[in-house]
């Protein structure tokens, strides 16, 4: 029997685990003030790699997102304009700040926010805009960018699936007030769990690594509500290797996303993902939305995908503004969502990571195209 196809694998190999012991050996496992020697080459390679002026390592993207959003000043009273349509840390380090997330609706081709519908949710209370890359994908972050200066609110980027992604020659990273990152087990690369905010804000960035020890500006004098959202040694090592390795990872991966995209094309019963025009994607995730007759059969498509040892997945299945923990806060309902609520019943993403061989991508396309039959 053939072994599962997964949808998404770490590539973790000796370079990683002799950097993780060359640590261990050193005895310098993690400092106070999150600013240990292989921490700060992994913010400064980081930082060069995407083009931005600082690097501020974090535990998760998680804590990246609740520090971007606590040194903007977001704070009991202010909103907080998102997606409905991603993981739902997003909005949760909103409600981390006492904020309320206010969700915008999609484009129905690229799943992202666009200016229009983020500018259709705002008030005099909004605070700053978090637009997500999803699966890799930029937004069309220009028009956002005009938005958020002429509202006078922050541009807080999550790129949690976006690391190597382009925007108009301009690497992710780059572009808005803060830029989060993560590093979870399954993305484009990994330390396990981590993250990264880059900023071109001398100010921020002097904030966000006071953010991440306990709000001290120096050992033990604090000036600010912190937390502990140190980056240790190890991870930083890893990260390290991972990002000498990301370029690779990433022609993989658009190899593999370009490889599919053309068989596919030929079948006509799927929308393959868009990259539109100055927008380079970096395929976290291969995503398809379901066509005409087949559109309400999502949950069955990935079933039997499963039932032939390929790990279909649905990433999501369930809007956040109709979650439990949002759907009874005033704010979420402000606005219907159609695009969102249709995107998350139809589409459904298939493995083009690097580990994936021609035969397993042949096997991949094959299995769909019956499937779909």
Known sequence: MRDIIKINQPMVGKEEVDAVTDVLKSGILTEKSGMGPRTLEFEKEFARFVGAKHAVAMTSGTAALHAALAVTGVKSGDEVVVPSFTFHATAETVLMCGAEPVFADIDPETYNVTAETVE???????????????YGLPADLEPLKKLARDRGVALIEDAAQAHGAEYNGAMIGSIGDMTCFSFYAGKNMTTGEGGMITTNDDDHSEKLRMMRTHGERRPYWPTMIGNNYRMNEMLSAMGLVQLRKLPGFLEA????????????????????????????????????RLRGANAGKRNKVVEKLRSKNIEGAV???????????????????????????????QVFSVPVHPKLGDSELEYVFETLKRVLA
Do not use: D, F, Q
């Open 120 to 134: 259709a949710v705002m008030t005099r209370n909004t605070k700053a805009i978090v637009p997500v890359h999803l």
């Open 253 to 288: 991966r658009r190899t593999n996303a370009r490889v599919l995209g053309e068989k596919l094309g030929i079948l006509g019963k799927v929308m393959p993902p868009k990259e539109p025009t100055g927008r380079k994607h970096a395929w976290y995730l291969y995503t398809l």
């Open 315 to 345: 990433y999501y299945e369930s809007p956040l503004h109709l979650l439990p923990l949002y759907r009874e806060r005033a704010l979420a309902s402000r606005r219907p969502l159609p695009e969102t609520e249709k995107a998350c019943r």
